[in-house]
């Protein structure tokens, strides 16, 4: 499935100038993280908050509050493996995808991704590692993390039970191409998972630090 976002503009710089993290300074992740939860996150805040770790071989890098869970694996380049909602167990990934696609001057390129599931209904975390990067890829380069920064200040003035600014994580990761044509562009894909609501938003920004100009035809910021 794909969420798509067309339109057309010149190339841009948007965001995130977050400094590059080592994956070694995350937290491991264990299976002690995952509790089952036992009650209706509407009536009672759980206690878990939004974190990012890293699996204990360093292969993935593992975005979770306790509610929602989602894991990427970052070598040879990075693409989701495991989407899961922790409250009810489901999985909700069934084959490894890009983590994004653009159109650049009318031509398509996919932003990460893994390639060589031949079986997409499902997925085995035991083909993951035979799977390769595709040469025309954007290449994952580095991730930071951040606390979310709200976009709006948000300021109750009605009967409201939490009436504090959304609290969470911002996990980047960034890109570039392996194409001449393409040097100096930057892409960003960005998820940001709040405290105590089953909820990740992604969005994608586009940094151009080359000296050309270049058209944007469309953005797909989503592929499951």
């Known amino acids: ?7 057309s503009l ?10 590059a993290q080592n994956i070694n300074t995350l937290p ?9 939860v036992t009650t209706d996150w509407l009536v009672q805040t759980p206690s878990s908050k939004a974190s990012v770790y890293r699996s204990a071989h360093g292969k993935d890098i593992i975005l979770s509050n306790g509610l929602v869970r989602r894991t990427f694996r970052i070598t040879p380049n990075i693409a989701c493996i495991d989407f899961k909602n922790l409250t009810s167990g489901q999985q909700l990934l069934r084959a490894v995808k890009p983590e994004a696609r653009i159109v650049i001057n009318n031509k398509r390129y996919d932003i990460g991704g893994l390639h060589g599931q031949k079986e997409n209904a499902y997925l085995l975390p035991a083909w993951v ?15 930071s993390v951040s606390p979310i920064t709200p976009f709006l200040n948000w300021n109750s003035k009605t009967w409201a039970k939490n009436k504090k600014q959304a609290a969470g994580k911002l996990l980047s990761f960034t890109f570039v191409s392996p194409q001449p044509e393409l040097k100096g562009v930057i892409v960003h894909v960005n998820y940001e998972l709040y405290d105590g609501i089953p ?15 270049f ?5 797909v910021n989503e592929v499951l």
């Not at 010149?10 to 400094?19: D, E, P």
């Not at 491991?28 to 089952?36: G, I």
């Not at 969005?203 to 080359?210: G, K, P």
């Not at 058209?215 to 953005?219: G, Q, S």
């Open 1 to 7: 499935m794909e969420k798509r976002c067309s339109f």
């Open 10 to 19: 010149l190339f841009i710089g948007l965001m995130v100038t977050a400094t």
């Open 28 to 36: 491991v992740w264990n299976d002690q993280l995952e509790k089952s």
């Open 129 to 143: 590692d035979e799977f390769v990067a595709g040469k025309e890829d954007f290449n994952y380069t580095g991730f």
């Open 199 to 213: 909820l990740i938003v992604k969005w994608i920004s586009v940094d151009n630090q080359s000296k050309g100009m």
């Open 215 to 219: 058209i944007l035809n469309r953005v």
